[in-house]
């Protein structure tokens, strides 16, 4: 072989390495391109789940502060569009923080991250962050202005946002303009909603929102009070559990926020005192009651059902509100039982140290002695 075919050769090994070289590149971005929007249609479904799921949209509420028009259930004022950032139930932590500082997004991969940029993406290719690049933009409005109940539009637009050397991008897909810029508030109905965008209509309020107010023990050896026979004897509510602003802790008991129809469950506790009757009282007299038998060295729950309904003037602070409270009636106490205390040293029990049938032995967690939980039954 002469020196030109060897030229020549080389010359077309080095065009087909380049060329072998370009392909494995371009299939690897292309690779990853496809990975981001697999990325993306997750995290889509991830905030499209969190929105219509009701344990999340109350917690979402009670965080965001300009939501509390729903909280209150008294209708919004305007019908205008407003940033909110999403919460996982029970959570004080935005899933996806966007309407304040540090904003918070996703990586490439899904992974959660600070440094994401929501606002001012600038033409297409704009001043955005690389390892944190895309995140949601999300806003609410009420479909009808001052009417209770109304429905509320959702719009979750996504951002991807990097640097200017981003690859990515001009190739995924999202709401920007003709003009570069993007409508993180979407003031129009012709705002196009694109693949990855998310829009729905959902209650203003979850649907068959609930409390829990309960007497629970303050440390694991206090004892529950006293519990009279022939007579009943409040049971103290020092707990509650409300994410829905419908009740609230008063004197021992409770009151309703808000209007409507409740249907409630009771539950008390007693050890060794015979027979027993828990009592629900409104107004101080008996609303509903259970019954329960606790035999010697025996702890029993009485549990019962009951429905009840709130009406305007009969919500905290108004002129006829309803209180409520929870009592115990105990048949014998369990020093009158000759049962022996479980505290040394052992010597017959006394009230104090079987406060409604409770011994007040240490407990590894605080106990809870009497609760009621009540679900709003006409949202």
């Avoid at 009417?147 to 946002?161: E, G």
């Avoid at 060794?272 to 107004?283: K, Q």
């Avoid at 029990?349 to 240490?362: W, Y």
């Amino acid at each position: 072989m002469g020196i030109v075919e060897v030229l020549v050769a080389a010359g077309l090994l080095g065009v087909v390495t380049v060329g072998v070289s370009s392909l494995v590149v371009n299939m690897q971005t292309e690779q990853k391109r496809i990975a981001i929007r697999s990325t993306i249609s997750d995290i889509k479904n991830r905030y499209s789940a969190l929105i219509t799921d009701n344990k999340s949209w109350t917690t979402t509420i009670s965080q965001n502060a300009g939501m509390n028009c729903l909280a209150n259930n008294n209708g919004c004022p305007d019908e205008n569009p407003h940033a909110f950032d999403l919460y996982l139930p029970g959570s004080t932590v935005p899933f996806n923080r966007t309407t304040s500082t540090p904003y918070e997004g996703f990586s490439e991969s899904g992974t959660p991250c600070s440094g994401f940029i929501p606002t001012n993406p600038g033409a297409r290719f704009g001043t955005g962050n690389d390892l944190c690049p895309i995140g949601y933009s999300l806003v609410w409005q009420a479909l009808q202005a001052n009417v209770p109940n109304t429905m509320v539009k959702i719009t979750a637009r996504l951002v991807y946002n990097g640097t200017a050397q981003n690859k990515f991008q001009g190739s995924v897909e999202t709401s920007y303009t003709s003009a570069g810029t993007f409508p993180l508030y979407d003031t129009t109905a012709a705002a196009p909603i694109a693949r990855y965008d998310i829009q729905l209509t959902r209650n203003s309020t979850a649907v068959g929102r609930q409390f829990t107010v309960a007497h629970d023990g303050t440390s694991g050896t206090d004892p529950a009070g006293n519990c009279g026979t022939g007579v009943d004897t409040p049971r103290t509510l020092n707990f509650i559990n409300d994410p829905s602003g419908l009740a609230n802790l008063t004197g021992g008991g409770f009151t309703f926020q808000k209007a409507g129809l409740y249907k409630c469950s009771i539950m008390s506790i007693a050890f060794s005192v015979d027979s027993f009757t828990p009592r629900l009282m409104r107004n101080g007299a008996m609303f509903a009651s259970g019954n329960g038998f606790a035999g010697r060295w025996s702890q029993v729950s009485a549990n019962f059902d009951t429905s009840l309904t709130i009406l305007d003037n009969e919500v905290a602070g108004a002129p006829s509100q309803a209180s409520f409270g929870l009592t115990q009636n105990c048949q014998t106490l369990p020093s009158q039982g000759g049962v022996v205390s479980l505290n040394p040293p052992n010597t017959a029990a006394r009230i104090d140290s079987f406060g409604l049938g409770m011994p007040t032995n240490p407990y590894t967690t605080n106990p809870r002695y009497a609760s009621v939980g009540c679900t709003k039954m006409d949202d």
